[in-house]
């Protein structure tokens, strides 16, 4: 457990190799058709310095007026593009008892990017784990508690890893304080990615 949370599984080296190369074709595909476009802060308009895509039937978007999920790209108004076969058998692999996921946020960072302490609570239900992919260079990320005061503990997220949070870990404060820069091959022009799989509303 981190900090006396339950439901945080780590799974280093999940993918392959071979298998990375596989996934990040797949979301070559995905980018080309819903291209990754930089969210703005609510309230303050301020750019996040993460850029953005989805696939699934729902993403999650941020612009001034808010955080939410929707069925189409903001910029295109296209709806995002159908997840890829390797990430629905990912979760029916990691979360056999949880509802189909409906949405996979794809975060881009350049070696620069930040995501500032954080909880994911733009869902309608807590009761499906998120699951997280991590391609490309290393991340030091750090996750707390379920107060933003609560200590944190610290965390590299390397290419292939895949992080489960679940149970009381699913809404816990995280963030990603930085990248290490040349610490992986499989991006061309370096960086990360950081596909997280969601279940976003209430099955029926
Ligand atoms: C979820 N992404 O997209 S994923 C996000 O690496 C996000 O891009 C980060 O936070 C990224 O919302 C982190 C791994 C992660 C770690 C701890 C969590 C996701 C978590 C704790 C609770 C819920
Ligand atoms: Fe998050």
Redesign the pocket.
């Known amino acids: 457990s981190v900090n006396g949370l339950s439901g ?1 599984s780590y799974l280093p080296g999940y993918f392959s190799r071979a298998a990375q190369e596989t996934l990040l074709e797949q979301i070559r595909a995905v980018v080309a058709r819903a291209p990754f476009y930089r969210p703005a802060m609510p309230r303050t308009g301020k750019a996040f310095t ?1 850029r953005m895509s989805n696939c699934g039937p729902l993403g ?1 978007v941020s612009d001034v007026s808010g955080y939410r999920y929707q069925p189409h790209h903001p910029d295109s108004g296209n709806p995002w593009p159908a997840m890829p076969a390797l990430l629905t058998n990912l979760w029916k692999d990691l979360a056999p008892e949880a509802p189909d996921p409906e949405a996979c ?1 794809i ?1 881009y ?1 350049e070696n620069t990017a930040r ?1 500032g302490l ?3 609570r733009d869902e309608q239900t807590f009761e499906a784990p ?1 699951i ?1 992919v ?1 391609l490309g260079d290393t ?1 030091t ?1 750090r ?1 707390g508690g379920l107060s933003r005061k609560d200590p944190t503990k610290s965390f590299r ?1 390397q290419s292939g890893d895949v ?1 489960v ?1 679940g149970g009381e ?8 304080d930085r990248v290490l820069a040349g610490t992986s091959t499989l991006l061309k022009n370096g960086g ?1 990615i ?1 596909l ?1 799989l969601r279940r976003v509303t209430q099955p029926m």
């Open positions: 945080l993460v999650w946020l975060n960072y995501m954080h909880q994911d998120v997280s991590s991340a990320f996750v997220l992080v949070l870990a699913r809404l816990a404060f995280h963030g990603i990360r950081n997280t």
